[in-house]
Structures are given as C-alpha cells and as structure tokens.
C-alpha cells in the first residue's frame, strides 16, 4: 500500500514536472514572439551625421533664404520627443501637400517665419518604417525667433528608386535646403537605419 502511494506521489510530481517546464515554454515561446513582432514592426533609426553631405553642415548655424513653416504632425516619424516640430519651405518635396495635411488635421501650424531665420544643425538622423521600410533621413537642430528657440525637424533627402533598385549606393539626392545657394546636383550613399 504504501509502494502504491509512493508510486502516486512520483506519478504526481512527475505531471506536474511536465506541466511546469511546457508552460515555461509556452511562456518563453510567447515572450520570444512578442520580441521578434516588436523589433521588425518598431521604427528603427540610425545616426547619419557623418555622412555627407550632412556632415558639411553639422555643428553649424545657418541662415534661411526662404519663407518657412513651423507644424507639428499628428502621426510623427521622428521618435525624438526634445524636437517636437517639423520644418517645411517652399522648396521642399511636401510643401505641395501643406494645406491639404493641414485640412486633413495631420499637420498643426505652429508659426510662419520670415527669410533671414537663423537654424542651428545639431545632428542628422535615418528613420526606417518597420511596417513599410521606407527610410527617412531628418536633420535636427534649433530655430532662434524673436528670442525664442524652435527645436525642430527637418526632412532631407529622398532615395532615388530606380537606383536603388539597380543597387547603385548612391541613390540619395538631396533638393536644395533652405540654407543653400543652389541644389546639390550629386547622389550620395547612406546607410539604411539599424534595429537598435
């Protein structure tokens, strides 16, 4: 009788040893998958500062030529909440898009400044969409009006497609910044954003 009862305790334990090292894995199955879906869906970004052509202009305070916008953007691309704006001229890609964002309630507007607005460029940084995979690079800096300071984003850059797809590095062309006295004619190399 008491064999039996030896025998049903370690029958016992035994199950109960099964069932805790598959729930451990269940668990850590689990935890594993919830890794993996976040790191390929989150918004990954590298530091491109060093790169040109922002590495020309990095650590300098510049002058802009034209009329700009300041707007702050309902969905953000840009995951560094200390520049909470972005920036937008007339010579910029999106400018034609402007109103119709602003209807749209995808864009707030912040302020309209004059030509003349001096911008600080601090760092330059890729963004790659973990859904999409389209890259983004954004120059950051800080906007000085009035005696107030503006830290702001601004989008620049725009990959090539067909050379990308021809896997030609130098697919990156840049339309000319507010900052620049004419358009840089060049194709520039850049790296994709890294997951970390």
């Given at each position: ?61 510049v ?31 999106d ?44 120059i ?13 984003g ?43």
């Amino acid at each position: 009788m008491e064999k039996e009862k030896d025998d049903q305790q370690k029958s016992e334990m035994k199950t109960k040893k099964i069932i805790g090292l598959v729930m451990l894995i269940v668990i850590g199955g689990l935890v594993l998958l919830t890794f993996v879906l976040y790191s390929t869906i989150k918004t990954k970004s590298t530091d491109i500062s060093k790169y040109a052509p922002y590495n020309n202009w990095i650590g300098k305070t510049v002058t802009l030529d034209k009329q700009t916008v300041l707007v702050m953007e309902k969905a953000r691309l840009n995951g560094d909440k200390s520049y909470p704006y972005l920036l937008l001229d007339s010579l910029h890609p999106d400018w034609q898009y402007l109103e119709e964002r602003e209807k749209n309630g995808d864009y707030t507007k912040v302020v309209v400044f004059p030509a003349g607005l001096k911008l600080h460029i601090k760092k330059a940084i890729q963004f790659t969409g973990g859904v999409s995979g389209n890259s983004t690079p954004m120059i950051f800096g800080t906007l000085f009006h009035n005696g107030k300071e503006y830290k702001t984003g601004y989008q620049w850059g725009q990959r090539q497609i067909a050379r990308y797809m021809d896997k030609i590095k130098e697919c990156w062309h840049f339309h000319r910044a507010p900052w620049q006295t004419r358009p840089d004619t060049v194709f520039y190399a850049l790296p994709d954003a890294q997951w970390w």
